[in-house]
């Protein structure tokens, strides 16, 4: 068995390393490396992040594609993407815990009013603020996929009304679920902390725009893990400067890095981290992804295949 791994930049050497360990009876072969060599048979697996386009002209596995992340959106961007192999994605693989962690922070410290006790702190102002209800503070889930499920595992102890907004109908314990277009505006005017993990595909970019956004409670928090193409920026920012919503807590923006005269490096109600929120787990990716190829090789279905038309 032939595999092709691709892995840009830092981190490189631990995939090569950790895909040899687990995959030990395939010959290994990495990117760009193996365009140098002898011109040999085609992979039977390509291991993938953002590739280039060349990757898939010079080397098109026969077997599959696997995506070394949960967000396929890059690599469904390619042009030269195999049709004729399936696609698969990484599902959880270490990133769904990451993720709970994350969104359970930024909803507690919007329920708990952290932004205005820090700006309070700035200003050495002693100000308690009224004690909120969590069964008044609705949280909603944009997205509920393997981490939004997870997300709504984690919050569930914390008693804040849960709902959830999702492209086909999905029944989740303790969620309230909504779905589609048509049920959008009653899910979002629930949202008083709007948690954002939906894939970007030609369905959801641009889809948080001012009208959207607008039908949020007044003083809510927006919360963005999955990508930063699904929000208008200079909506989610205008929105920020009236007052008409409290906070925004993001994690992946339409360009990364950040540039750095972006107006959200210096926003007061704007809380950044560097696309970190569920980083990738490098041993728990590359079991899965061998456990796959496994099952694969013995004529057996794999979960995480990718609809490509769809995005996701
Ligand atoms: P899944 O594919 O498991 O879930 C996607 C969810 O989005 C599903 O509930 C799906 O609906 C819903 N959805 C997709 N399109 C639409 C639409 N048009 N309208 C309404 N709902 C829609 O993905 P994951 O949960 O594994 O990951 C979600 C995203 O998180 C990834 O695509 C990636 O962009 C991002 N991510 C970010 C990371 C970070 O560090 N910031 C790390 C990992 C992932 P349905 O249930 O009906 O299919
Ligand atoms: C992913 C990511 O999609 O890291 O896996 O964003």
Redesign the pocket.
Known sequence: MRVLLQFPGRGAADWRDAVAAALSEATLETWPEVRSGPAGARPDYALVWKPPPELFTAAAPTRAVFNL?????ALVAVPTLPRDVPVI????AG??A??AE?ATLAVLAAHRDLRAYAEAQREGRWTPRPRRAPEEFGVGL?????????VAAALAPFGFPLH???????TLPGVTCH???AE?PAFLARSRVLVC?????A??RG?LDRDRLALLPVGAEVVN???GDLIVESDLLSLLDDGRLGGATL??FRAEPLPPTHPFWHHPRVTITP??????DVGASVAQVAAKIRRLERGEAVSGVVDVA???
């Not at 959830?164 to 999905?170: A, D, I, Q």
């Open positions: 992340g949960a967000g396929v959106d994605r990484l599902e959880d990133m769904a990451q993720m994350y944009l997205g509920l996929g393997v981490l939004g499920r997870a959830g907004w999702s492209r086909t109908p999905r779905a589609g277009a959008l993990l939906l894939p970007s595909t369905e959801t889809l893990a999955g990508r994690d992946v696309h970190v929120s569920a980083v990738t769809r995005g996701y």
